[in-house]
């Protein structure tokens, strides 16, 4: 049978789509490390920038939601490509989700103050969640653009770097001391220390989504109430 | 015309066959229950249960020297709608007509391998293609009511094969219980003496139905049923196949994959190589799993459109 032209545009457009939205992976990625630069030099313009640049995330988002939208309805996809629809739905959202906490983080940046940082223990083990949470998010991307369970499973002993880094700030903070002003700069930043975390988080889940396009089972690789 | 033809033949082998005997006669019990029952709402409850379970085991199909379906093993379960998909030419339509021995009709046609019902071996020497025929019944692509005959005469046309054995006040029960049964009674009930072929065509094709069911059929077999029609009497149609599976075993050819997904529990994707080649079973699943996640590649070329 003859190739039919108007199906190999969709199948296309569906390719276009996956990168399109995966590429927003590299705008949380870009949004986390001017984050981290500015959580590292108390830099609030920075921050501000980070606030103002999720809009190129959330208008990526609404975009390729529409499009994917647009093939459910006009494509009657089934099979592998119904499951990629719907993860990249999935992953859209993710994705939208963790720019968000990017911006939650910068929000708080200024009520951290000018003076130097009364933790910088505290300060070291956020910036290493940061930055193994940037393999996360990058690993994430390409397993699922790789279609790699191993590589999407592995996200799992990944988090748990940035899952144990965030207990020890917890524990920082709570021997920070009875200073109100250290005590509130301490709470700002378990803040940020959560809003990283939860960006890991949703890094594994992505990696959940390529166990999913692959075999068409969803599992949560851990499920945080039924600890393996 | 064709529709006089069929039935004329039919009714001739009914009389030199002496194997009909039980069959009719199973037959004319049943629509003599049937017809206690008055309304179709309670006719369903007591005909609930017939439906058959048909296995099909090393079927190989031929027109003459054409091998035109090869090695099918499938077992078709009662009670559950199964759609047969493919492309033109996979042998689809063919391997529907042999599970009531249609088939054969062909000139030069013949089956090889074992089709039963609930056990009885439909090929086996001495079983009447034409007791085959009734208790599997086949609505066609183009809805195809007798032209000449009323609605009423389209409907108790299988009955009238067996004329003189039921009572007129059966007759009119059977009638309605068939129309009420494939959801076309409240439109027609006031105009039944009027021609088939004055109905819409989604009206026509559900004329057709309730004529294949009237006969108390055990499997219903449907070749494309919807094809010719609206989208509107395509959803009518398909909402009643809904509703007669709780008495039937159906089975379903479509073109219209998501007619497949939404109508039907299982899913056989047949296929063809190449041309020239016998089409093949390639795989059979819940209907959910074929278009979610199938385990061949070829079904999920089929069903997402990535032909060649």
């Given at each position: 049978m003859p190739e039919v032209a108007a199906r190999a545009e969709y199948v296309e457009e569906l390719t276009n789509l996956e990168q399109s939205a995966l590429g927003g992976l590299d705008l949380v990625n870009d949004a986390l490390t001017r984050t981290l630069e500015a959580?590292?030099?108390?830099?609030?313009?920075?921050?501000?920038?980070?606030?103002?640049?999720?809009?190129?995330?959330?208008?990526?988002?609404?975009?390729?939601?529409?499009?994917?939208?647009?093939?459910?309805?006009t494509q009657s996809p089934v099979a592998t490509d119904l499951r990629l629809i719907a993860s990249l739905l999935h992953v859209l959202k993710n994705i939208e989700r963790m720019g968000d906490q990017c911006v939650n983080i910068c929000k708080v940046i200024p009520l951290s103050g000018n003076e130097p940082p009364a933790d910088e223990e505290m300060v070291k083990r956020i910036l290493a969640m940061g930055?193994?949470?940037?393999?996360?998010?990058?690993?994430?991307?390409?397993?699922?653009?790789?279609?790699?369970?191993?590589?999407?499973?592995?996200?799992?002993?990944?988090?748990?770097?940035?899952?144990?880094?965030?207990?020890?700030?917890?524990?920082?903070?709570?021997?920070?001391?009875?200073?109100?002003?250290?005590?509130?700069?301490?709470?700002?930043?378990?803040?940020?220390?959560?809003?990283?975390?939860?960006?890991?988080?949703?890094?594994v889940d992505i990696g959940e989504q390529v166990a999913f396009v692959v075999t068409g089972l969803f599992r949560e690789f851990e499920d945080a109430s039924h600890p393996a | 015309m064709e529709g006089k033809k069929v039935s004329a033949t039919v009714g001739s082998s009914e009389k030199k066959e002496g194997a009909t005997e039980s069959g009719s006669e199973q037959l004319s019990q049943t629509a003599a229950a049937a017809a206690t029952t008055t309304t179709g709402t309670t006719a369903t409850a007591s005909a609930a249960g017939v439906a058959k379970t048909i296995e099909v085991r090393d079927v190989n199909l031929f027109y003459g020297d054409f091998h035109a379906v090869e090695d099918v093993n499938l077992t078709i379960q009662p009670n559950k709608v199964t759609a047969l998909i493919g492309s033109s030419g996979c042998g689809k339509t063919t391997f529907l007509r042999s599970l009531n021995r249609m088939h054969e009709l062909t000139p030069g046609a013949r089956v090889e391998g074992h089709i039963t019902l609930d056990g009885e071996d439909m090929y086996a020497r001495g079983v009447d293609p034409v007791r085959v025929r009734r208790l599997?019944?086949?609505?066609?692509?183009?809805?195809?009511?007798?032209?000449?005959?009323?609605?009423?005469?389209?409907?108790?046309?299988?009955?009238?094969?067996?004329?003189?054995?039921?009572?007129?006040?059966?007759?009119?029960?059977?009638?309605?219980?068939?129309?009420?049964?494939?959801?076309?009674?409240?439109?027609?009930?006031?105009?039944?003496?009027?021609?088939?072929?004055?109905?819409?065509?989604?009206?026509?094709?559900?004329?057709?139905?309730?004529?294949?069911?009237?006969?108390?059929?055990?499997?219903?077999?449907?070749?494309?049923?919807?094809?010719?029609?609206?989208?509107v009497a395509t959803l009518a149609i398909e909402d009643l196949i809904g509703e007669l599976k709780s008495r039937y075993t159906i089975v379903i050819v479509t073109h219209n994959m998501q007619q497949a997904a939404r109508a039907s529990d299982l899913t056989a994707f047949f296929n063809l190589e190449e041309s020239g080649k016998p089409g093949r079973l390639v795989e059979v699943g819940e209907t959910e799993m074929i278009f979610t996640n199938p385990t061949e590649k070829a079904t999920e070329d089929y069903v997402s459109g990535r032909f060649g």
């Open positions: 959580i590292e030099h108390q830099d609030i313009e920075l921050a501000q920038l980070v606030v103002a640049d999720d809009d190129r995330i959330d208008g990526r988002y609404l975009e390729i939601h529409q499009s994917l939208i647009t093939l459910l309805a930055k193994q949470t940037r393999v996360l998010i990058a690993q994430a991307k390409r397993s699922f653009l790789e279609r790699d369970v191993d590589q999407a499973r592995d996200l799992v002993r990944q988090d748990d770097v940035v899952d144990n880094l965030n207990r020890e700030c917890f524990y920082l903070a709570l021997a920070i001391g009875d200073d109100a002003d250290r005590r509130e700069w301490a709470m700002t930043m378990l803040l940020t220390a959560r809003a990283i975390e939860r960006i890991a988080d949703n890094a | 599997v019944g086949m609505v066609f692509q183009q809805p195809n009511p007798f032209p000449t005959m009323s609605i009423y005469d389209n409907v108790a046309s299988g009955l009238n094969l067996n004329a003189g054995k039921i009572k007129k006040s059966q007759r009119d029960a059977v009638v309605e219980r068939s129309l009420r049964g494939a959801n076309l009674w409240e439109e027609v009930k006031d105009r039944l003496d009027k021609p088939g072929l004055g109905l819409s065509g989604g009206q026509q094709q559900r004329l057709c139905i309730a004529r294949a069911i009237a006969v108390e059929p055990e499997v219903l077999l449907m070749d494309e049923p919807c094809s010719a029609l609206d989208p």
